[in-house]
């Protein structure tokens, strides 16, 4: 029974964190407080968390934060009304509407209203196509550039690696893998899906296997590779009678099971998801820095 190594996000995030804390400082003696506003429309609850935490994360850093939450019957105009305020507000570097909205608001229009020097989610065209022609002015998707810091942190080799990534999302799996494929970081890629034919015989060829498909534990041990390294994006609600709060949280790999035939493996929670938030801190540092020509 192999033990694997657990890609610990949260110490990670700290490390993160701390970096972005001494540039927080150094900004702000050339005069500079990076801004970041979070708006969100609607009750959903897990949406609540992320925001809550990240603006509690800016308060941390010695961020100037904005949280703008908009009854869930907004519509379309108001909410491209606040996001035309925010981006020509001088004190805010960094824009983050949070998804998903209600089903009434097109948000791609809204993704495409956003000034792409302040879309520091990385989901605005022009961020998605300097991602793929590999300009560092753009600003990676915080998921996937937490995973890519995780791998980094942890010395694990991506050059010649086959990797496969579950999920073809713009927020994850799309840049996931053109960060996998890039010059950097030289692996090869495959995306797979829920129409790829023989799923777990793709997942089994990799080194590399990122699982991010929102389905809780759907990724068995016989889909994974012995020594393969896991990164599980998934943070699914499962009910569970068990838990004060009603529910477990999970991830898309059953970690249990999964865990013992990897060399490397991230939990949920406490991989991931702090990473996120981290990376988030650090796209609005460098919004801050281009916006000021720092």
């Known amino acids: 029974m192999n033990t694997p190594r657990i890609l610990d996000g949260k110490s990670v995030a700290t490390a993160v ?45 010695g961020f100037h934060s904005e949280k703008i939450t908009l009854p869930a019957e907004t519509t379309q105009e108001e909410l491209l009304e606040v996001v035309r305020r925010l981006n020509a507000d001088p004190a805010i570097h960094g824009i983050l509407v949070q998804s998903p909205p209600p089903k009434h608001i097109d948000e791609e229009e809204i993704i495409r209203a956003l000034d792409p020097r302040k879309d520091v989610d990385g989901f605005h065209p022009e961020n998605v196509a300097k991602l793929a022609l590999e300009d560092p002015t753009g600003f990676v998707p915080c998921t996937p550039a937490g995973c890519m810091k995780l791998l980094e942190v942890a010395g694990i080799q991506t050059n010649g690696a086959e990797a496969v990534v579950i999920g073809r999302s713009m927020i994850v799996g799309k840049p996931m893998a053109l960060l996998l494929v890039s010059k950097k970081s030289n692996a090869t890629v495959t995306i797979a899906h829920s129409r790829s034919h023989d799923l777990p015989a793709i997942c089994r060829r990799a080194d590399i296997l990122v699982a991010a498909v929102g389905r809780p534990e759907m990724v068995k041990a016989d889909w994974v590779k012995p020594g393969a390294v896991v990164i599980d994006v998934g943070i699914n609600r499962v009910d569970d009678a068990s838990k004060k709060t009603g529910y477990r949280l999970t991830g898309d790999v059953a970690y249990d099971e999964v865990a013992p035939r990897c060399s490397a493996i991230t939990p949920v929670p406490g991989g991931v998801g702090p990473m996120t938030i981290a990376m988030l801190m650090k796209n609005t540092l460098q919004a801050a820095r281009q916006i000021h020509n720092l």
């Open 17 to 61: 964190l701390d970096e972005c804390r001494a540039e927080v400082e150094a900004l702000k003696s050339q005069g500079v407080t990076p801004g970041l506003a979070v708006v969100l429309v609607g009750e959903d609850p897990a949406s609540k968390v992320y925001v809550g935490s990240k603006v509690r994360t800016c308060g941390e850093l």
